[in-house]
T-cell receptor
């Protein structure tokens, strides 16, 4: 079975400060890892993914994520937060041979002006 | 690319009634997924299709739930004899054909919010 843990229900950060949203995963075999963002009244949108290669993955809107195999983590980061980054963020995982994604419960990011 | 379309956006029904939702995926995508999302939780996988074939169903999908994708294009999700526990957001997503080495991601619709009274 595969699973994702997002230990923080909410992350608060001031605009201009760096942000980190945490994610750890459990999967057999090689993980495929994803971050999605959900804005109010809109569908989930893809942010970035890790399939293989460089452990630091860059994605949309200036976000990046760092894959750490030994810690089974895939934390989402951004050097300088914007108020418009406020949204619900989901980490997801599947293994290389399995077609369906398993999502975490989500972390609400609130960026204050 | 017109995106994934779901209809209706909202559905209110009484317990015991049947409901049907529709999903129109992105036209060139041959994989279609249904997920369910409740408040405070991430999306939970229900089922997926490759073209018209239903390849996997979650244990979450009771016998009251049925999904079809008759021509490999749009899909319907039907819930029979609805229960209050069925109240949730039902999400549809599509993706291009899986091909090892390609970057696969899901494109989600805005969902159908079901309220069972």
């Amino acid at each position: 079975a595969q699973s994702v843990a997002q230990p923080e229900d909410q992350v608060n950060v001031a605009e201009g400060n760096p942000l980190t949203v945490k994610c750890t995963y459990s999967v057999s075999g090689n993980p495929y890892l994803f971050w999605y963002v959900q804005y109010p009244n809109r569908g989930l949108q893809f942010l970035l993914k890790y399939i293989t290669g460089d452990n630091l993955v860059k994605g949309s809107y200036g976000f990046e994520a760092e894959f750490n195999k030994s810690q089974t983590s895939f934390h989402l980061k951004k050097p300088s937060a914007l108020v418009s980054d406020s949204a619900l963020y989901f980490c997801a995982v599947r293994n290389s041979g399995y077609s369906t994604l398993t999502f975490g419960k989500g972390t609400m990011l609130l960026v204050s002006p | 690319d017109t995106g994934v379309s779901q209809d209706p956006r909202h559905k209110i029904t009484k317990r015991g009634q049947n409901v049907t939702f529709r999903c129109d995926p992105i036209s060139e995508h041959n994989r279609l997924y249904w997920y369910r999302q409740t408040l405070g939780q991430g999306p939970e996988f229900l089922t997926y299709f490759q073209n018209e074939a239903q390849l996997e169903k979650s244990r979450l999908l009771s016998d009251r739930f049925s999904a079809e994708r008759p021509k490999g294009s749009f899909s319907t999700l039907e819930i029979q004899r609805t229960e209050q526990g069925d109240s949730a957001m039902y999400l549809c997503a599509s993706s291009p054909r899986f091909d090892r080495g390609l970057n696969e991601k899901l494109f989600f619709g805005s969902g159908t919010q079901l309220s069972v009274l």
